[in-house]
């Protein structure tokens, strides 16, 4: 070990109670960075398999252009094909089949228009949350035939209630009227309210038939086990469709695709946590600062007796910053420790979000939060910090340079 080395780390504690106290909090700040990382990290997880699970799954298989323009004639005619394509796709979970039309839904006081969803009751309950939103009534079962799902302010606006029935008229495929009868099984809330008013789901097979779309469907919707494999799985899924149906236009989305609105959503709570670290990195930053603007202080005349034996600025400043860089690493690695240790606590145990559960829970999103510990989360804050403490420390330093070694020993 040098000795400049040996001597920044003696001067670290000739005022231990002014080091022990920039030292915990720096440990600190990076505790709550790598924490507080974790659990926004987490909680957009739980936030986005929530969301598709309820509306678009991970990833969708298309037609060209369904997404912008939703065309009834813009169909998947091979799904059974595309299925086989996702059962042989590894990051594939589970999938299922859907068709959609907009149409005009009556019941025997209101009318609305709203999104008719043809959904395979057994599939569907593998990929989505909907089975278990139902608040009134039961699910739709294998062989049910004109049967429908209705959302909570949809039914309220119909003023239907279960077993009341629906008129709906639309057009199929094939330009002619679609119109059916269907009877209310169950009434869901998701807690999307745009989701609750503005559709319904009936079996895939009645749908077909209604709609004339002689077994095609709109869209084929894959789940993965977690969202890191996405990616992964639209990768695959893309290059063997090309490989099995060439000469179809079809595309695979992901969710970031299907639910623009929702990471922007993320973007912006994200930017809001980012001016909350920034203004914790700044109060750290000042109290490095302070530190160190003292510690030139109270050893000015130190300073002055050193330059004075033939000590060069030079050697000084590094002296300063060698202590800063030592007390900085020592505070900035207890508090990645302790931040990890209190992260993989609630990572196994949960946060019980207390009154906001009910409402997490209409969502389809449990009552607790699981913050997600990642080598981002735990390097990314203590790395900032680091950096913003070392430049604050660097204005201290400069100010040895400016010393006079006589006016210095001089002083008291």
Same mark, same amino acid.
Request: charged letters at 20%; a neutral charge; aromatic letters at 8%.
């Given at each position: 070990?040098?000795?400049?080395?040996?001597?920044?780390?003696?001067?670290?504690?000739?005022?231990?109670?002014?080091?022990? +106290?920039?030292?915990?909090?720096?440990?600190?700040?990076? +505790?709550?960075?790598?924490?507080?990382?974790?659990?926004?990290l987490? =909680?957009?997880?739980?936030?986005?398999?929530?969301?598709?699970?309820?509306?678009?799954?991970?990833?969708?298989?298309q037609?060209?252009?369904?997404?912008?323009?939703?065309?009834?004639?813009?169909?998947?005619?091979?799904?059974?094909?595309?299925?086989?394509?996702?059962?042989?796709?590894?990051?594939?979970?589970?999938?299922?089949?859907?068709?959609?039309?907009?149409?005009?839904?009556?019941?025997?006081?209101?009318s609305?228009?709203?999104?008719?969803?043809?959904?395979?009751?057994?599939?569907?309950?593998?990929?989505?949350?909907?089975?278990?939103?139902?608040?009134?009534?039961?699910?739709?079962?294998?062989?049910?035939?004109?049967?429908?799902?209705?959302?909570?302010?949809?039914?309220?606006?119909?003023?239907?209630?279960?077993?009341?029935?629906?008129?709906?008229?639309?057009?199929?495929?094939?330009?002619?009227?679609?119109?059916?009868?269907?009877?209310?099984?169950?009434? %869901?809330?998701?807690?999307q309210?745009?989701?609750?008013?503005?559709?319904?789901?009936?079996?895939?097979?009645?749908?077909?038939?209604?709609?004339?779309l002689?077994?095609?469907?709109?869209?084929?919707?894959?789940?993965?086990?977690?969202?890191?494999?996405? =990616?992964?799985?639209?990768?695959?899924?893309q290059?063997?469709?090309?490989?099995?149906?060439?000469?179809?236009?079809?595309?695979?989305?992901?969710?970031?695709? +299907?639910?623009?609105? +929702?990471?922007?959503?993320?973007?912006?709570?994200l930017?809001?946590?980012?001016?909350?670290?920034?203004?914790?990195?700044?109060?750290?930053?000042f =109290?490095?600062?302070?530190?160190?603007?003292?510690?030139?202080?109270?050893?000015?005349?130190?300073?002055?007796?050193?330059?004075?034996?033939?000590?060069?600025?030079?050697?000084?400043?590094?002296?300063?910053?060698?202590?800063?860089?030592?007390?900085?690493?020592?505070?900035?690695? =207890?508090?990645?420790?302790?931040?990890?240790?209190?992260?993989?606590?609630?990572?196994?145990?949960?946060?019980?979000?207390?009154?906001?559960?009910?409402? @997490?829970?209409?969502?389809?999103?449990?009552?607790?939060? %699981?913050?997600?510990?990642s080598?981002?989360?735990?390097?990314?804050?203590?790395?900032?910090?680091?950096?913003?403490? @070392?430049?604050?420390?660097?204005?201290?330093?400069?100010k040895?340079?400016?010393?006079?070694?006589?006016?210095?020993?001089?002083?008291?």
């Open positions: 070990m040098s000795t400049d080395l040996k001597m920044a780390i003696r001067n670290l504690w000739r005022n231990p109670r002014r080091t022990l +106290l920039t030292l915990s909090a720096i440990a600190f700040a990076c +505790l709550l960075l790598v924490f507080m990382l974790s659990f926004q987490g =909680s957009y997880g739980t936030m986005i398999n929530a969301a598709v699970r309820i509306e678009t799954g991970h990833l969708q298989v037609a060209q252009e369904y997404q912008e323009k939703r065309g009834i004639r813009q169909t998947v005619d091979h799904p059974e094909i595309i299925g086989e394509v996702l059962e042989n796709v590894e990051a594939i979970q589970a999938y299922t089949f859907r068709a959609q039309a907009f149409s005009f839904v009556s019941s025997e006081e209101r609305y228009g709203a999104l008719v969803v043809g959904i395979d009751p057994v599939r569907e309950a593998q990929v989505s949350t909907l089975p278990h939103l139902i608040r009134k009534g039961s699910y739709l079962e294998k062989g049910d035939m004109d049967q429908a799902l209705v959302g909570k302010l949809l039914a309220q606006n119909l003023k239907v209630d279960i077993g009341d029935e629906l008129v709906v008229l639309g057009q199929g495929m094939d330009g002619s009227v679609a119109a059916t009868v269907l009877r209310v099984k169950g009434i %869901y809330s998701s807690g309210d745009e989701f609750d008013r503005s559709a319904i789901q009936m079996p895939l097979s009645y749908f077909q038939e209604v709609y004339f002689r077994g095609a469907v709109h869209q084929v919707i894959g789940v993965c086990p977690r969202l890191g494999r996405v =990616s992964e799985a639209k990768a695959a899924v290059k063997r469709l090309h490989q099995r149906l060439p000469e179809q236009n079809l595309v695979v989305l992901d969710w970031n695709e +299907l639910m623009p609105g +929702l990471m922007q959503a993320i973007k912006l709570d930017t809001g946590g980012l001016i909350f670290w920034g203004i914790l990195i700044i109060v750290v930053a =109290s490095i600062l302070n530190t160190f603007l003292m510690a030139v202080l109270e050893r000015t005349r130190e300073f002055g007796v050193l330059m004075a034996i033939g000590a060069g600025p030079g050697r000084l400043m590094r002296l300063l910053l060698a202590e800063s860089v030592f007390m900085t690493l020592i505070g900035v690695i =207890s508090g990645i420790l302790l931040g990890c240790l209190v992260t993989l606590f609630f990572q196994s145990r949960g946060i019980d979000m207390g009154g906001a559960s009910e409402l @997490l829970q209409q969502f389809g999103i449990s009552g607790r939060m %699981y913050p997600r510990l080598w981002i989360s735990a390097l990314l804050g203590p790395a900032l910090v680091f950096i913003i403490t @070392l430049l604050a420390a660097i204005y201290p330093a400069m040895i340079r400016r010393l006079n070694p006589v006016e210095a020993m001089n002083q008291a």
